[in-house]
T-cell receptor
Framework: AQSVTQLDSHVSVSEGTPVLLRCNYSSSYSPSLFWYVQHPNKGLQLLLKYTSAATLVKGINGFEAEFKKSETSFHLTKPSAHMSDAAEYFC????????????FGDGTTLTVKP | NAGVTQTPKFQVLKTGQSMTLQCAQD?????MYWYRQDPGMGLRLIYY???????DKGEVPNGYNVSRLNKREFSLRLESAAPSQTSVYFC??????????????FGQGTRLTVV
């Protein structure tokens, strides 16, 4: 069984300040982990992924995440927020089994203030 | 290269009506999924298909049926729509379960309102 907990439902930052979105996971296997972003009334876009290579993963638009097995965490960070970063962010864990089902966190809404 | 295509994009149904949401992929992926997204919640798995000819229930299957018509197409049917099925529906595919390319690819969603 697998599960994902996003620790903050809402995060608000000022433009130019760092962003931290927290995610803890539970998985019976060595997991594949992902962060997706969803802008209002849009589909889901992959930000970055961890697939058992490097533990520090760089993604698009300056985002990165660090896989910490000992803490079962996969937190998303960005050094400097931009107004265009305002969106919903989802942490996702996926199985390595034949079905490859994905389990989503409940999402974190990021607000960026001018 | 269209990726994952869902139709329709928007739909309004009356309670008790039926409809089928269509999903087609041109990525040659074996696994396909249907999710629903409700406010304040992540995507929840309705049904999935690990390969052509197989389908299985996900987390929230009640009120839905699916058909994996061939490798490309995976449809979701609401036999008798209820207001609780008002949601945004996403189809997704996944090609690899291990290695560097294991992410799922999503359609643009179908916004369904049941009145």
């Amino acid at each position: 069984a697998q599960s994902v907990t996003q620790l903050d439902s809402h995060v608000s930052v000022s433009e130019g300040t760092p962003v931290l979105l927290r995610c803890n996971y539970s998985s019976s296997y060595s997991p594949s982990l992902f962060w997706y972003v969803q802008h209002p009334n849009k589909g889901l876009q992959l930000l970055l992924k961890y697939t058992s290579a490097a533990t520090l993963v760089k993604g698009i638009n300056g985002f990165e995440a660090e896989f910490k097995k000992s803490e079962t965490s996969f937190h998303l960070t960005k050094p400097s927020a931009h107004m265009s970063d305002a969106a919903e962010y989802f942490c996702v864990v996926s199985e390595h089994t034949n079905a490859g089902k994905s389990t989503f966190g409940d999402g974190t809404t990021l607000t960026v203030k001018p | 290269n269209a990726g994952v295509t869902q139709t329709p994009k928007f739909q309004v149904l009356k309670t008790g009506q039926s409809m089928t949401l269509q999903c087609a992929q041109d990525m040659n992926h074996n696994s396909m999924y249907w999710y629903r997204q409700d406010p304040g919640m992540g995507l929840r798995l309705i049904y999935y298909s690990a390969s052509e000819g197989t389908t299985d229930k996900g987390e929230v299957p009640n009120g839905y049926n699916v058909s994996r018509l061939n490798k490309r197409e995976f449809s979701l049917r609401l036999e008798s729509a209820a207001p609780s099925q008002t949601s945004v529906y996403f189809c997704a595919t996944r090609g690899f379960m291990t290695g560097p390319n294991t992410e799922a690819f999503f359609g643009q969603g179908t916004r369904l309102t049941v009145v």
